[in-house]
C-alpha cells in the first residue's frame, strides 16, 4: 500500500492521499499468511527436475555455451540445496576450496560455525548421485560463466559478467527454475520444508532425521515450522479410500 500511495503522489503531487494509509491497515488486520501447502514439493522431485534440467542442457544441440552453462547452473542449485537444504545465505556464498570441498571423491559443504544461524559448525557430504554433475559443472560449465582463468572462488557465478551472484539472486533462479520444471515456484526456504517432511515420510524409523537435516538441536522447531509430513499423509490415506469407493 505505501508504494501505492507513492505512486500516486508522483501523479498528483498535491492531493493528500493519507486515507490510503488507513485503508492499508484495515487490510493488514485481515490479512492472513499464504499457507506454504500448495507450494510444498517433495526432495526426490526436486532432485529429478534438477538433474533432468542438466541433461537436457548437455544433450541439447540447440543451446550456445553460455546458456548451456546457466541451465547447468540453475539445475545444479536445485538439486543440491534438494539434497543439502542448508539456508538461503550459506548456500549462495559457497566457496570451492573452503565450504565447498571435495575429500577424497566426494564432495562436501563445510560450514564454519560462525557461519551458521546455530552457532554450530555444519559438516555435510553430498550425495554421490551429484559428484558427475558437480564434476561437469566445475569442469566445463563454470569456466564459460567466469570468463576469466582468474575467476572468483565462489561457487554461484552470474551468467551476465562471472561476478558471484548474491544470496538474493540465488533465490530468484532457484524460484523461476522450479517454477518452469516442476510448475511451482519454490523458494530456497521451502525446501528445507520439503527436506524435513521428505524425511519424516520416508525415514519414519528415525525420527530425529529431519532435524538433523534442518541443523536444528530440538526436533520441535522442525516439526512446529517445517514438517508437513501428516498432513500430507492424511492426504494420501484420503485418496486411498475415495479410490476404493470409486472402484464399487
Given at each position: 500500500?505505501?508504494?501505492?500511495?507513492?505512486?500516486?503522489?508522483?501523479?498528483?503531487?498535491?492531493?493528500?492521499?493519507?486515507?490510503?494509509?488507513?485503508?492499508?491497515?484495515?487490510?493488514?488486520?485481515?490479512?492472513?499468511?499464504?499457507s506454504?501447502?500448495?507450494?510444498?514439493?517433495?526432495?526426490?522431485?526436486?532432485?529429478?527436475?534438477?538433474?533432468?534440467l542438466?541433461?537436457?542442457?548437455e544433450?541439447?544441440?540447440?543451446?550456445?555455451?553460455?546458456?548451456?552453462?546457466?541451465?547447468?547452473?540453475?539445475g545444479?542449485?536445485?538439486?543440491?540445496?534438494?539434497?543439502?537444504?542448508?539456508?538461503?545465505?550459506?548456500?549462495?556464498?559457497?566457496?570451492?576450496?573452503?565450504?565447498?570441498?571435495?575429500?577424497?571423491d566426494?564432495?562436501?559443504?563445510?560450514?564454519?560455525?560462525?557461519?551458521?544461524?546455530?552457532n554450530?559448525?555444519?559438516?555435510?557430504?553430498?550425495?554421490?548421485?551429484l559428484?558427475?554433475?558437480?564434476?561437469?559443472?566445475?569442469?566445463?560449465?563454470?569456466?564459460?560463466?567466469?570468463?576469466?582463468?582468474?575467476?572468483?572462488?565462489?561457487?554461484?557465478?552470474?551468467?551476465?559478467?562471472?561476478?558471484?551472484?548474491?544470496?538474493?539472486?540465488?533465490?530468484?533462479?532457484?524460484?523461476?527454475?522450479?517454477?518452469?520444471?516442476?510448475?511451482v515456484?519454490?523458494?530456497?526456504?521451502?525446501?528445507?520444508?520439503?527436506?524435513?517432511?521428505a524425511?519424516?515420510?520416508?525415514?519414519?524409523?528415525?525420527?530425529?532425521?529431519?532435524?538433523?537435516?534442518?541443523?536444528?538441536?530440538?526436533?520441535?522447531?522442525?516439526?512446529?515450522h517445517?514438517?508437513?509430513?501428516?498432513?500430507?499423509?492424511?492426504?494420501?490415506?484420503?485418496?486411498?479410500?475415495?479410490?476404493q469407493?470409486?472402484?464399487?
Amino acid at each position: 500500500m505505501s508504494s501505492g500511495r507513492r505512486c500516486f503522489a508522483f501523479i498528483a503531487p498535491g492531493r493528500d492521499f493519507t486515507w490510503l494509509s488507513e485503508i492499508g491497515k484495515d487490510l493488514a488486520l485481515v490479512a492472513r499468511p499464504r499457507s506454504k501447502f500448495d507450494r510444498l514439493v517433495l526432495t526426490e522431485v526436486l532432485v529429478e527436475a534438477g538433474l533432468t534440467l542438466i541433461h537436457e542442457a548437455e544433450h541439447s544441440r540447440n543451446l550456445t555455451k553460455l546458456a548451456r552453462a546457466c541451465q547447468v547452473r540453475n539445475g545444479l542449485m536445485v538439486a543440491l540445496l534438494a539434497l543439502c537444504p542448508v539456508r538461503r545465505k550459506n548456500f549462495a556464498a559457497l566457496q570451492i576450496g573452503r565450504s565447498f570441498v571435495k575429500i577424497h571423491d566426494k564432495w562436501w559443504i563445510v560450514l564454519s560455525a560462525s557461519e551458521t544461524k546455530e552457532n554450530r559448525a555444519d559438516e555435510r557430504p553430498i550425495n554421490e548421485l551429484l559428484t558427475h554433475a558437480i564434476d561437469c559443472y566445475l569442469g566445463q560449465h563454470r569456466p564459460v560463466l567466469a570468463r576469466l582463468d582468474n575467476a572468483p572462488s565462489a561457487l554461484w557465478l552470474s551468467a551476465n559478467d562471472g561476478a558471484p551472484i548474491t544470496d538474493k539472486q540465488v533465490a530468484r533462479v532457484i524460484r523461476m527454475t522450479t517454477l518452469s520444471t516442476v510448475g511451482v515456484e519454490v523458494s530456497p526456504h521451502l525446501f528445507r520444508t520439503s527436506g524435513a517432511s521428505a524425511a519424516a515420510i520416508h525415514g519414519g524409523d528415525n525420527p530425529h532425521l529431519a532435524s538433523a537435516l534442518l541443523h536444528h538441536t530440538h526436533p520441535n522447531v522442525t516439526n512446529a515450522h517445517y514438517n508437513r509430513a501428516t498432513s500430507l499423509s492424511a492426504a494420501e490415506d484420503f485418496r486411498q479410500i475415495v479410490r476404493q469407493y470409486e472402484k464399487r
